[in-house]
């Protein structure tokens, strides 16, 4: 370091900051001013970065790790002086009268609407290698999560402009934030597919940088075992969104063409599109600020509690529990049994938090104003023994999107919207041997329940239609019981709304249990159509297809697949079965 011709006088900053802040350690072991100065200049790289990439900079960092490791040392519960309660919000019910209502004026809605996908997890929990963007929703058609969601954003934007003459606002912006794990994976899936049929200049990718680890309890920074001029880092979590968003100025930007809400979601879940018209309803009709979609929660269901916190000094906020912290919050309050059912409901009472928020635009750019997009972070270090000295591995800061809220002024309006478990809410995030063990009655969160939930919901909503739908059959795949329904699938073009479905089908139609539908098109109805087999439609978008009759044919099979069988592939193995093609009837 005395050598400063090495060094750019913003690098000579960084040094001079790193140690303030008691990070001298980082240079003990550097060799003579001329050696391996390459490397030096790349660790200043690094540093530059890693301050440039945080709300405050790496010195703030270094600052709240301090502050989060002594609370932590000294067991401060973060919800001190809080009591929890269970909140009250909208809870909705699928097809009813007011349930279509919500869902048209969420359509109406949704020409003003921005999506974020947040999508920077590997999906260690999975097992999986790929990026979980990539993974197929079904495997009946084999689209993949991304192609799902992208198809359903343009099926709303459609629907959307039919109602406005607002050409301008008619394309609805998709923002992906990937991070070094998943960025140049996601541009392949983009890129190797035309976008899924979106304008490429539609999607916006942000890539999140990880944190410096931190190796003690004075928030010294770890350096890689295997590089001395080089500082470990992991994850910072989903919460990088917001300062992400916020340091891209397209807010802004977008709040000039006249948008109004931000909708964020995960990588994995195949249900979600059938919940976002009536929650952006919702958000439209109540006037939310932040609306937080939610299911009812089994306990212990690695999901957060959605949950009202009332301070001792009178403040309150409905926040999101992080399903860890859920049990001894409840606990510490007079609940000494903690996260339990209520044997009345069998469920939590804590409705389950999705992750699926919509904010309104205007006051989330005022709030990020003021905070950055800095959101309230935690630390986990594993320490080696109860004197809590030392970390068994280096540890991070961490932020979560749902602690948005946290920093809002009262005045601010938060709601949540309930919703059924079966139309909501099926992520793909357990491995099949975690998901076997997952408590009886408890849902999967596997590749297997993932995509069972999807042919469950479809066909719900053609039973509630009107349509005749056999019964469900169980059967036991990857060491999981799952209920196996007709495997129906419709492209979001074909039906995004109930009102869709209902215009399309009649009460004259049946399917059996071994049967499986596809239905790829626009105009496409189903007229006293009876299928015991399967049936492929694919239409162009010109094309009006009237079905009716019946189909009969031997269909397609599900056949078991052991996850430890290397013969298939990873996507097959994770769900523990593959559809076997044996006859179908073609509409082209
Ligand atoms: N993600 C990122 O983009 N960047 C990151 O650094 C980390 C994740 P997980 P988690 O809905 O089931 C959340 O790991 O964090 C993306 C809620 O906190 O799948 O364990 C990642 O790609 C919890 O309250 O979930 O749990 C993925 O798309 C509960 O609601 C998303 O963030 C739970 O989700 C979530 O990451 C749930």
Avoid at 53 to 81: E, H, R, T
Avoid at 228 to 233: E, H, L, P, R, V
Avoid at 346 to 361: T, V
């Amino acid at each position: 370091l005395k050598n400063l011709s090495l060094l750019s006088p913003q690098q000579i900053e960084l040094a001079k900051m790193l140690l303030k802040e008691g990070q001298k350690h980082l240079f003990d072991d550097w060799s003579g001013a001329d050696v391996d100065v390459e490397k030096k200049k790349a660790f200043f790289d690094q540093v530059a970065l890693l301050d440039s990439s945080y709300p405050g900079g790496l010195a703030s960092y270094i600052q709240n790790a301090k502050k989060l490791l002594a609370d932590s040392k000294a067991g401060k519960n973060p919800f001190d002086g809080f009591t929890p309660s269970v909140p009250s919000g909208e809870v909705l019910t699928f097809g009813d009268e007011n349930f279509m209502k919500l869902e048209e004026a969420g359509v109406k809605e949704a020409r003003h609407a921005i999506f974020v996908l947040v999508a920077g997890g590997l999906g260690e929990r999975l097992g999986y290698k790929g990026i979980k963007l990539a993974l197929p929703v079904e495997t009946t058609t084999g689209k993949c999560f991304l192609q799902h969601y992208i198809e359903s954003i343009l099926a709303l934007q459609e629907a959307s402009a039919k109602l406005a003459q607002d050409e301008l606002l008619a394309k609805i912006p998709l923002v992906i934030m990937t991070s070094d794990d998943t960025h140049a994976r996601t541009i392949e899936l983009l890129d190797s597919n035309s976008y899924f049929g979106m304008e490429s200049s539609q999607v916006k990718l942000l890539k999140q940088e990880k944190v410096a680890c931190l190796s003690d309890n004075d928030a010294r920074l770890a350096l890689d075992p295997n590089d001395k001029y080089k500082i470990q880092t992991k994850p910072h979590g989903h919460g990088d969104v917001h300062a992400l968003l916020y340091s891209s100025g397209l807010l802004e930007q977008w709040k000039e063409a006249g948008r109004r809400w931000v909708l964020f979601f995960q990588d994995t879940n195949g249900l979600l599109f059938k919940a976002i018209p009536a929650s952006l309803g919702v958000s439209a009709t109540k006037g939310y600020n932040v609306n937080s979609l939610a299911v009812p929660r089994k306990a212990k269901e690695a999901i957060g509690g959605i949950t009202k916190l009332t301070h001792a000094d009178g403040r309150t906020m409905v926040i999101n529990v992080e399903y860890n912290q859920l049990d001894p919050l409840l606990r510490a309050t007079g609940h000494p049994d903690g996260d339990v059912n209520d044997p009345e409901t069998g469920f939590s009472p804590y409705p389950g938090n999705i992750n699926q928020l919509i904010l309104e635009l205007g006051p989330y750019i005022e709030e990020l104003k003021k905070t950055g997009g800095a959101i309230a972070e935690f630390v986990n270090p594993k320490y080696t023994d109860s004197t809590k000295t030392a970390f068994k591995s280096s540890t991070r800061l961490e932020c979560m999107m749902q602690d948005y809220p946290k920093t809002l002024p009262p005045s601010s309006k938060v709601g949540f919207t309930v919703m059924d478990t079966w139309l909501a809410y099926a992520p793909v995030k357990n491995n099949p041997e975690d998901a076997a063990k997952v408590p009886k009655g408890n849902p999967y969160h596997s590749a297997t329940s993932g995509e069972m939930a999807i042919y469950r919901a479809n066909s719900l909503i053609l039973r509630k239609a009107g349509v005749t739908i056999a019964e469900p059959v169980k059967d036991v795949f990857n060491g999981q019981e799952v209920e196996v329904w007709p495997r129906v699938t419709w492209s979001p073009k074909w039906a995004l709304i109930f009102k869709d479905v209902k215009e399309k089908v009649n009460n004259k139609c049946s399917i059996t249990e071994k049967s499986t539908l596809v239905v790829n098109g626009r105009h496409v109805a189903l007229n006293g159509l009876n299928l015991d087999g399967t049936l492929n439609i694919n239409a162009v978008d010109g094309a009006e297809v009237k079905l009716s009759g019946v189909v009969l044919n031997k269909g397609w099979s599900l056949e078991h697949v052991d996850y430890k069988d290397n013969s298939f592939p990873e996507e097959i193995r994770i769900r523990g079965f593959k559809i076997e093609k044996v006859e179908q009837f073609e509409v082209n």
